[in-house]
């Protein structure tokens, strides 16, 4: 299986900050690379898809880059409905796998 | 609109079974590739199986693999996971999730609780 290693594990921020979270995959995976947002006791959301590509409805601040093993994930200014945590998911093989999750917090 | 309702989970004993059931609206699951999803108390994102959408193909992660059978009844828009031989380490909450060309998860139902416990 694909292991998929996400950093940090937790990171502390503050509202109209910049936030970058990383995701490394353990094999080139291309750009199958997919970001979700989960607030506690609620399902995944899924921001970015393809690496880069934003889905419909989220907002333009989230923004996704990366292809082959390293991608990241940026928050150009955080608001307060983004502190939650967020995972990377690969889909390039089956199983699609997820990283470990990054836990935002209010500083 | 789309909307994905789970039900089914409950505590079920070691070795118990359960059938998880995942109702479709807004669209048809026959047509779209669909997943379940779970995710232990505090802990991350594991998918569990899998199934294309028109192809019928299926897949399972290694940890369930013999034991949980996903299945769709497309008369009744809903899917539909088999749990057997559960274990303790199977405690989670289950998702349903539209998996469009198996390439991601876009549509997530709210979740069922599975609780494996003597």
């Known amino acids: 299986d694909i292991q998929m290693t996400q950093s940090p594990s937790s990171l502390s921020a503050s509202v109209g900050d910049r936030v970058t979270i990383t995701c490394r995959a353990s094999?080139?995976?291309?750009?199958?690379l997919n970001w979700y947002q989960q607030r506690p006791g609620k399902a995944p959301k899924l921001l970015i898809y393809?690496?880069?590509s934003l889905q419909s409805g989220v907002p333009s601040r989230f923004s996704g880059s990366g292809s082959g093993t390293d991608f990241t994930l940026t928050i150009s200014s955080l608001q307060p409905e983004d502190f939650a945590t967020y995972f990377c998911?690969?889909?390039?093989?089956?199983?699609?796998?997820f990283g470990q999750g990054t836990q935002l917090e209010i500083k | 609109e789309v909307q994905l309702l789970e039900s089914g989970g409950g505590l079920v004993q070691p070795g118990g079974s359960l059938r998880l059931s995942c109702g479709a609206s807004?669209?048809?699951?026959?047509?779209?590739?669909m997943g379940w999803v779970r995710q232990a108390p505090g802990k991350g994102l594991e998918c569990v199986s899998g199934?294309?959408?028109?192809?019928?193909?299926?897949y399972y992660a290694d940890s369930v693999k013999g034991r949980f059978t996903i299945s769709r009844d497309d008369s009744k828009n809903t899917l539909y996971l088999l749990l057997n031989s559960l274990r303790t380490e199977d405690t989670a909450v289950y998702y349903c999730?539209?998996?469009?060309?198996?390439?991601?998860?876009?549509?997530w139902g709210q979740g069922t609780l599975v609780t494996v416990a003597s």
């Open positions: 999730a539209t998996n469009p060309s198996r390439r991601y998860f876009d549509y």
């Open positions: 807004g669209f048809s699951i026959s047509s779209f590739a």
């Open positions: 199934f294309s959408g028109s192809g019928g193909t299926t």
């Open positions: 094999q080139t995976i291309s750009t199958y």
């Open positions: 393809a690496a880069s």
């Open positions: 998911q690969q889909s390039y093989m089956t199983p699609n796998t």
